[in-house]
């Protein structure tokens, strides 16, 4: 069994920065890419940034210059530090990973619970 916590959600005012974190427990063989979405009321879910196991990293245009992604491979953690937030980045940020368990060879990609950001202008 897996499970994706992430934390550091809350309000913020615009200009404001907020890191997220999001920790990966259970029976891992390995974890590959691991990557952080977000849906704002009444939107779709869009990726905003990914990360390979090798440290390769991807941003959304949206974000690019504003947010970076990092992962501790020894903690099982990956992070989204936010800087210069604007309301536009309101949203439940979910963060995913896809994952080898130590009982198959098949990578399968686990999603966490979301923790919600608000940007206030």
């Known amino acids: 069994q897996v499970q994706l916590v992430e934390s550091g959600g809350g309000l913020v005012q615009a200009g404001g920065s907020l890191r997220l974190s999001c920790t990966t427990s259970?029976?891992?063989?390995?974890?590959?890419?691991m990557s952080w979405y977000r849906q704002a009321a009444g939107k779709q879910r869009e990726l905003v940034a990914t990360i390979t196991s090798g440290g390769s990293t991807n941003y959304a245009d949206s974000v690019k210059g504003r947010f970076t992604i990092s992962r501790d491979n020894a903690k099982n953690t990956v992070y989204l530090q936010m800087n210069s937030l604007k309301p536009e980045d309101t949203a439940v940020y979910y963060c995913s990973a896809v994952i080898s368990l130590r009982d198959s060879e098949s990578r399968y990609k686990y999603w966490g619970q979301g923790t919600q950001v608000t940007v206030s202008s």
């Open positions: 259970g029976s891992i063989f390995s974890i590959y890419t």
